[in-house]
């Protein structure tokens, strides 16, 4: 089983349309959690944290749900420069640090 | 602040040949991160420093070798290229186990 899993994807959706992303993470002692953006040929940047109580950055709000080992993404009305790769990533804590692992990602393209 | 920067951008090795990934960032960051993404495998972590002194292999460490320089520097050498190498490399780093990483804008490294 993969430390995080993602939707498959790739979304298409059209301008103004939700959109939630899911993702589920295998390791319960997980201790952080986020959500990145990844464009075309690009690096991929910090979207936001993910909150256990849920948080909520203008159109894009995040769920966290620790005891099904859930984390969802939302985007409300969906602009066409939302199109990118969404990453869904989690801090893993090892003996030496810790890490972030990633998901493949959900491939979403907004169309006008 | 220019953030993390990656040197070179791109670059062409013939099978045999070794180079080093140059990593730095001027955020004073304690942790950095190598890591390696190609198509359908998402990003994989090949090698990380916790903090200044210190290094941990990740999930692919095989064919490389890192050094932290100092608390700005971590490289990434590859003795022997081989094609299974080619990929695109991101350097990251971050303050502490609760922040998301900043990435660097990658090395696309192809291996003839």
């Known amino acids: 089983r993969k430390e995080v899993e993602q939707d498959p994807g790739p979304f298409n959706v059209p301008e103004g349309a939700t959109v939630a992303f899911n993702c589920t993470y295998s390791?319960?002692?997980?201790?952080?959690f986020f959500w990145y953006r990844q464009d075309c040929r690009k690096e991929p940047k910090l979207l936001m944290s993910?909150?256990?109580s849920g948080n909520e950055d203008g159109r894009f709000t995040a769920q966290l749900n620790r005891a099904s080992q859930y984390i969802s993404l939302l985007i409300r009305d969906s602009k066409l420069s939302d199109s990118a790769t969404y990453l869904c990533?989690?801090?893993?804590?090892?003996?030496?640090?810790?890490?972030?692992?990633f998901g493949e990602g959900t491939q979403l393209t907004v169309n006008p | 602040n220019a953030g993390v920067t990656q040197t070179p951008k791109f670059q062409v090795l013939k099978t045999g040949q070794s180079m080093t990934l140059q990593c730095a960032q001027d955020?004073?960051?304690?942790?950095m991160y190598w890591y390696r993404q190609d198509p359908g495998m998402g990003l994989r972590l090949i090698y990380y420093?916790?903090?200044?002194?210190?290094?941990d292999k990740g999930e692919v460490p095989n064919g490389y070798n890192v050094s932290r320089l100092n608390k700005r520097e971590f490289s990434l050498r590859l003795e022997s290229a081989a094609p299974s190498q080619t990929s695109v490399y991101f350097c990251?780093?971050?303050?502490?186990?609760?922040?998301?990483?900043?990435f660097g804008s990658g090395t696309r490294l192809t291996v003839v």
């Open positions: 990251a780093s971050r303050t502490g186990s609760s922040y998301g990483y900043t």
């Open positions: 390791n319960s002692a997980s201790q952080s």
């Open positions: 993910v909150y256990s």
């Open positions: 990533v989690v801090n893993d804590r090892e003996t030496s640090g810790s890490r972030l692992t």
């Open positions: 955020m004073n960051h304690n942790s």
């Open positions: 420093s916790a903090s200044e002194g210190t290094t």
